[in-house]
């Protein structure tokens, strides 16, 4: 079994948390945060909580809109007045873009490559810059347009799939072989300038639809052209574009669902049209794998709209054990790495779905809800109002309102030595049995560290988190458990002999007391 460490971030400026952004691959977590004392701030925090001691940035306003570049360390702040600021990892000052934008810029995002960065204010202004490696513009966007509207969504068009071309593998045995087509081919592939060859390179694509409060979708191309597309039946709250059929998803704030096929060059044609079920008061919607919708709108179910299958279901926790009747369910987020439905609730729990195509019974195929097996919920402090999943640990940042956390999934650690049976059930939570002298004993450890690893004597218990090690005695019968002593080591794998505890690090097994002293290293190389 796994579970969630938790970690609080260390915030610069107390106050409230109003909106947060991962990082596709670094372990960087950006916050929003606004306080009367301290006015409106930013901070980057690390995978841990730790704040970056360069990432703090602070104004009197609040900040609207964060976005990160999806490979560099690259941040666009968008400001209440307007302001955009991007943040470069290494470089001396951040860069302010010019005054596009006089209204709070309430959207920001990246093109696919990196290579342009869209703004959007709340007086229908759109801008269009293009940025360099450096996170640097040419001081003005390329393309600006004005929508009169509030805008509030903006989502890329996928760019279209390259042609893969021949299989380079089977090309390169038929040109050793002899085959003079495919050494023309390799001949063609690689050009007069010694040019390398790629297959199935993904193309780019700075194209997108824009939506805005007064129900208008438009489109902007590569060029910078924009037209507009279709006007929804209420305020835009939500443009999801589904790739595999080309359609792009229009949810408005009264719960009104349209679909929209999309052409290459950017029309659209409506396809169908359904109202959603549920409470419209701040609802979120985000995919929950290939065309399905996860829907949470404050009730006790997230409701699960199936656009490949036209089906809908819910996942519910009323009934489950460990939740409140009157809990709801208040965002959803998911993480298509570890196919897992994370949701929040009033409650503070963080409840998780995890997919699974296994049949429950036998011989019969799962559907619907039959897909989804719920796990044991992780419990934080507050009303959770936004769960974001980002970084390639595929964590998890929990927002609650006055405090975020960061949550990261562990398998339980256990071990069974001399009788002695020790196993974690919960981040720093270990239950101990003694089945010696033909009886069993049973304790309950807290320990004061969120534990990764675990080794047990009979006489002690030693748990690490590869920052600190905690060593725990233990009486004759296990019925009374002290703490022996700690030492900080970044060790991943112990073990206890005798009064002395054997540690691998930085690639040598080092011999420590239970107070800190290392008194033998046994390997220097392994």
Not at 101 to 117: D, F, I, M, Y
Not at 144 to 167: C, E, N, R
Not at 278 to 287: A, H, Q, T
């Amino acid at each position: 079994m796994a579970v969630y460490f938790d970690f609080k971030v260390q915030p610069v400026y107390a106050g409230i948390n109003s909106c947060m952004r991962w990082h596709n691959t670094h372990q960087l977590l950006a916050v929003a945060t606004f306080s009367q004392t301290h006015g409106g701030s930013v901070n980057i925090y690390y995978d841990e909580g730790e704040s970056l001691a360069e990432g703090t940035f602070q104004r009197s306003f609040p900040a609207m809109s964060l976005a990160w570049h999806p490979t560099k360390k690259i941040l666009a702040i968008g400001w209440e007045n307007g302001e955009i600021l991007i943040w470069t990892e290494g470089e001396q000052v951040s860069q302010d873009l010019p005054g596009t934008h006089k209204a709070p810029v309430n959207v920001l995002e990246w093109g696919s490559s990196g290579s342009r960065l869209v703004s959007a204010d709340s007086n229908g202004t759109v801008g269009v810059w293009k940025i360099d490696n450096r996170g640097r513009t040419g001081g003005s966007p390329q393309f600006k347009h004005d929508l009169d509207q509030d805008l509030t969504q903006i989502v890329f068009k996928p760019p279209p799939a390259s042609d893969p071309g021949p299989d380079i593998s089977q090309l390169a045995k038929a040109a050793v072989s002899g085959d003079e087509s495919a050494l023309d081919m390799f001949s063609w592939k690689k050009g007069k300038n010694n040019m390398k060859m790629q297959a199935g390179a993904v193309g780019d694509s700075n194209a997108f639809f824009v939506g805005g409060t007064k129900g208008g979708v438009f489109y902007v191309n590569d060029a910078g052209k924009v037209a507009p597309s279709f006007e929804a039946d209420g305020p835009v709250e939500r443009l999801l574009y589904y790739n595999d059929r080309n359609v792009l998803v229009t949810i408005t704030n009264n719960l009104m669902m349209s679909q929209h096929t999309v052409s290459p060059e950017g029309s659209t044609k409506e396809i169908q049209k359904v109202k959603l079920s549920g409470k419209i008061d701040e609802p979120v919607f985000n995919w929950a794998g290939s065309g399905i919708v996860a829907t949470a709108t404050g009730e006790t179910v997230i409701r699960m709209w199936d656009l490949a299958n036209d089906d809908n279901y819910v996942l519910s926790i009323d009934g489950q054990v460990g939740y409140d009747p009157s809990e709801t369910i208040n965002c959803v987020a998911y993480c298509p790495e570890k196919e897992t439905l994370a949701a929040g609730t009033s409650n503070g729990n963080m409840v998780t779905w995890k997919y699974s195509t296994t049949p429950v019974t036998s011989g019969k195929k799962p559907e619907g809800e039959e897909l989804w097996m719920i796990q044991p919920p992780a419990r934080l402090d507050g009303i959770i109002t936004q769960i974001m999943w980002g970084s390639n640990k595929h964590l998890l940042a929990v927002n609650t309102v006055e405090n975020v956390f960061i949550l990261s999934q562990h398998v339980m650690s256990s071990h069974f030595n001399n009788q002695i049976s020790v196993v974690q059930t919960g981040p720093c939570q270990l239950t101990i049995d003694n089945f010696s002298g033909g009886s069993v004993s049973h304790q309950e450890l807290r320990t004061d560290i969120q534990v990764k690893g675990v080794y047990t004597t009979q006489e002690h218990i030693a748990v690490w988190n590869e920052k600190k090690l905690v060593v725990y005695e233990l009486s004759s019968d296990s019925s009374l458990i002290k703490a022996a002593g700690n030492f900080n080591t970044e060790s991943t794998v112990a073990c206890v002999h005798q009064q002395n505890v054997y540690a691998i690090e930085n690639g040598k097994v080092q011999v420590h007391t239970f107070q800190v002293k290392i008194i033998n290293v046994i390997f220097s190389h392994l």
